[in-house]
């Protein structure tokens, strides 16, 4: 079995001596779409600043995209797209400009740079707007334009921090599909975290929950079965249950 991603008791630990990440270990298979599933402060962006190579590991392996994360950060940057919490958005450039920008960062010229501008654009359907600048952007047309600059140089592997959070419902609808589409249609193997169950139920195959740092519990499902109450867990002397009683944001996080 292909792992694109693995992680052996991975320590993340903050100057200021906050434990962050505490010995995890995961794989991720390759063409996989997979949920790191926490509630606010529970360690996924720091999981994820760590395999992006954007925070230095305090302790533990890793390997991203077939490489060691201490040897070969660059070309780990090469071969995957990031979609951090924070907008990496210059609020005052276009749509357009924004992704030209971030092509040219990532050695893409015309007329191959062109190309997959608008081809972005169109997936993301941003073409109406791609000459107004993106501080006139909605929400959820700024998260989109994201992603968008995430998918310039075509990654293999795509991290999203966060993608829908604090979006309506209508805009975290439109990112789901596009995230089916890249996963199904094209073969991007997805490392997504998120806060909302209905989030990871909709659109992951392989889950973790991670809590105060650890993993507290792991499972794979089916295509089509849902996670439900029957994955109740117990570890570390803690019941972790996994509540899904509707489709509202509150009843459906993992607390
Ligand atoms: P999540 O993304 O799941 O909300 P984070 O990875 O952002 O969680 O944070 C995990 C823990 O690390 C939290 O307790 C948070 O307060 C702490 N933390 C995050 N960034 C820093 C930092 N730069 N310095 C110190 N502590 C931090
Ligand atoms: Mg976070």
């Not at 995230?179 to 998120?194: A, P, R, S, V, Y």
Request: hydrophobic share 35%; charged share 30%; aromatic share 6%.
């Amino acid at each position: 079995m292909e792992y694109i991603i693995t992680v052996k008791d991975l320590v993340e630990v903050y100057a200021d001596g906050t434990k962050a990440v505490d010995k995890i270990s995961f794989n991720v298979k390759e063409g996989e779409f997979f949920g790191f599933l926490g509630p606010n402060g529970a360690g996924k962006s720091t999981t994820i600043k760590v395999l992006t190579t954007l925070l230095r590991k305090t302790s533990g392996h890793a390997q991203v995209a077939g490489y060691d994360l201490d040897k070969s950060p660059k070309e780990i940057r090469k071969a995957i797209g990031v979609l951090s919490q924070e907008t990496s958005l210059d609020v005052d450039l276009t749509g357009r400009e924004n992704l030209r920008l971030q092509g040219r960062l990532q050695q893409l010229h015309d007329p191959v740079l062109t190309d997959r501008v608008d081809e972005l654009l169109k997936l993301v359907q941003l073409e109406d707007v791609a000459k107004k600048p993106a501080g006139r952007y909605s929400g959820g047309m700024r998260k989109r334009l994201d992603l968008a600059s995430a998918l310039i140089h075509k990654p293999k592997l795509l991290f999203l921090d966060e993608p829908t959070t604090g979006l309506d419902a209508q805009s975290r609808a439109a990112i789901w599909d596009y995230l089916e589409e890249l996963n199904k249609k094209e073969g991007i193997t997805i490392f997504l975290t998120t806060q909302y169950l209905e989030e990871a139920d909709r659109l992951c195959r392989e889950l973790s929950i991670i809590d105060h740092g650890k993993l507290i519990a792991a499972r794979a499902r089916d295509v089509g079965r849902r996670y439900d109450n029957a994955d109740a867990e117990r570890r570390d002397g803690r019941c972790f249950e996994i509540k899904n009683k509707g489709d509202s944001q509150n009843d459906s996080r993992s607390y």
